[in-house]
């Protein structure tokens, strides 16, 4: 059980270590450093951390929207657009088919972004 966890997420194996007592040998440091590099380098966390990134820059550029225009907390509807949300009459009218792509590291504010990032690293 505590392998096949481990392989699964290293960090509910070492962080907690609640799965210490069923090994047999405890992990070595290489062991642990490999598990940790796994959980750092896989793509959900990297996606993660390109979505955070992204939605600080957009923030940065042009700051938060009133509550009354975003109540989410994140920047405009108009910087959204312009960095590629999905656009339906855009997408039609003008073939800019990037905005079925670029809308999947885009978030409306900071109470779209922590949910969606912490489920996407739960998971």
Same mark, same amino acid.
């Given at each position: 059980l ?6 699964e ?5 070492i ?9 047999? $040998?405890? *992990?070595? +440091? ?9 959980? /750092? %380098? ?20 042009e ?12 920047? $405009?509807? *108009?910087? +959204? ?9 855009? /997408? %039609? ?31």
């Amino acid at each position: 059980l505590a392998a096949s966890c481990f392989r699964e997420c290293p960090c509910c194996v070492i962080s907690c270590q609640c799965f210490r007592s069923h090994l047999q $040998t405890p *992990y070595s +440091l290489s062991d642990v450093r490999r598990g940790w590099q796994k959980l /750092i %380098l896989c793509w959900s966390t990297l996606f993660a951390v390109a979505q955070i990134v992204i939605f600080i820059y957009l923030v940065l550029a042009e700051g938060f929207a009133e509550e009354k225009d975003n109540s989410m907390i994140g920047p $405009t509807t *108009y910087v +959204l657009n312009n960095a590629g949300a999905k656009n339906a009459a855009r /997408i %039609l009218e003008y073939g800019e088919w990037w905005r079925l792509i670029t809308p999947l590291g885009l978030h409306g504010g900071l109470f779209h972004l922590i949910p969606n990032v912490l489920l996407q690293l739960r998971v």
